[in-house]
């Protein structure tokens, strides 16, 4: 039996709609129930519970051969995902799969891979069988800049020369619910995924040029000022700390230290390629 966490959010949600499709039962755990009605309806079997409550993941763990576990970013991030990597392991959970970041390496300054890097230490030193599936840079963060291009003629982001390869939310989420129903599963025992769709790497110019195209306007990339656009985007997060990652982590992309690389993995193991950026942005224009 499979658990999911995070399903009334991107990935896990992802991950819920695909096991769905192929008529697996899974159980996931929720912190509110009245969140998740949709899932109970379509047979989802619903576990309340808290990464902060250790009883509700055995609970949740009780029978389970699989589990995903999916948190966001934020400043209790590596403590909860600790403690239910600990409860899994005194649980005798056989098999832990994390959504990660390809970001996640060392030297790495910023809090959010660091808390990454934390996590996939202590699972690879928990005995139990892993799988790390870190998908590159979510195309769904370009979610709000088509509209502001169509009004702007520029995609404004504090990315400098940085370099980024992209992955569409639900292709990961496709991606991770192919490794927990492959009826091969020891070939993904031990593995550590980085995932990318087709896109070649890119500069945010070459995203610019990728939105202008799609609504026939010229858009240029204007890389605007880090506190400015801190502040912008500020109402999207949960408080300064998870802000203040957010910009030292578009630092390091914005300085190269965190280059995105393609890869070829969610090709291979899924037998056709993700989507492309353009295909998900002609979604928004
Ligand atoms: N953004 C990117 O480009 C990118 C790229 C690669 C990897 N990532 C990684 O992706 C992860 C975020 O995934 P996502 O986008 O799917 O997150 P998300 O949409 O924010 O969803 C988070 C999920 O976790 C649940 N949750 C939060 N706190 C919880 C708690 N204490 N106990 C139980 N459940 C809890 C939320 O439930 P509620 O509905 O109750 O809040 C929600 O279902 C991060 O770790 C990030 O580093 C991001």
């Keep these: ?4 966490t995070g399903i009334t ?10 096991l769905l499709a192929q008529g697996v039962r899974f159980r996931a755990l929720v912190r509110d129930l009245t969140k ?3 899932w109970a309806e379509q047979g989802v079997e619903l576990v309340q519970g808290d990464f902060d409550d250790a009883e509700s993941i055995r609970r949740a763990l009780a029978g389970i051969d699989r589990a995903l576990l999916v ?3 934020g400043e209790t991030q590596e403590r909860l995902e600790l403690s239910f990597i600990r409860t899994a392991k005194e649980a005798g959970l056989p098999w832990i799969i994390k959504l990660s970041s390809p970001e996640a390496v060392r030297g790495t300054t910023s ?9 996939e230490d202590a699972i690879m030193a928990s005995g139990m069988k892993w799988t790390f599936v870190r998908p590159s840079f979510y195309m769904q963060n370009f979610r709000g800049s088509v509209k502001a291009a169509r009004a702007t003629g520029k995609l404004s982001m504090p990315m400098g020369k940085g370099t980024i390869a992209v992955t569409d939310n639900n292709d990961a989420g496709l991606f991770i619910a192919h490794v927990l129903t492959d009826a091969d599963q020891t070939r993904h025992h031990g593995q550590c995924y980085d995932i990318t769709g087709p896109d070649p790497v890119m500069t945010f110019h070459d995203v610019a040029k990728v939105i202008g195209e799609l609504i026939g306007q010229p858009v240029v990339y204007d890389d605007c000022d880090p506190k400015a656009f801190q502040e912008a985007i500020r109402p999207f997060h949960l408080n300064q700390w998870h802000s203040d990652a957010v910009a030292t982590l578009f630092a390091e992309i914005a300085s190269g230290r965190t280059p995105g690389h393609k890869t070829d993995t969610f090709q291979k193991i899924m037998g056709r390629p993700g989507r492309s950026l353009r295909d998900y942005l002609k979604t928004l224009a």
Excluded: D, E, F, K
């Design 1 to 4: 039996m499979i658990l999911l």
């Design 9 to 18: 959010g991107n990935i896990g949600g992802a991950t819920a709609r695909a």
């Design 36 to 38: 998740a009605t949709a």
């Design 71 to 73: 948190l966001p970013n």
């Design 111 to 119: 809090p959010i891979p660091l808390a990454h890097i934390a996590a």
